[in-house]
């Protein structure tokens, strides 16, 4: 059982920057993979990035490849996603998500852990 909470969600101008974390508590924190979704109103849960338990390995969204970057410090049982030069449709709230499984899924149904979700807001 892992429990998520995600936090640094808040208000930023457009070309500003925020780091979210997402804390895990629970075992073996190392061997889950990880990822952030995102979902804005009234539009379904998307993708944005993933990264694997073993080598680090990570992948993107289009829409957030080279400006957002995730990263997770197993000692520290926390994943961070960095986020630069924001734009308006960044806007949403913002999800951690932890799965057992093998690989960097981009499908919500492949998580299995879900935290409650951080807003970030970006004005124009």
């Known amino acids: 059982q892992v429990q998520l909470v995600e936090s640094g969600g808040g208000l930023v101008q457009t070309g500003g920057s925020l780091r979210l974390s997402c804390a895990a508590s629970g075992r073996t924190f190392s061997r889950y993979a990880m990822g952030w979704f995102r979902q804005a109103p009234g539009k379904e849960r998307e993708f944005v990035a993933a990264i694997n338990w073993g080598r680090g390995r990570t992948y993107y969204a289009d829409s957030v490849k080279g400006r957002f970057t995730i990263s997770r410090d197993n000692a520290k049982n926390t994943m961070y996603l960095q986020m630069n030069s924001l734009k308006p449709e960044d806007t949403a709230v913002y999800y951690c998500?932890?799965?057992?499984?093998?690989?960097?899924?981009?499908?919500?149904?492949?998580?299995?852990?879900w935290g409650q979700g951080t807003q970030v807001t970006v004005s124009s």
């Open positions: 998500a932890a799965t057992a499984s093998v690989g960097l899924g981009q499908g919500p149904d492949e998580y299995d852990y």
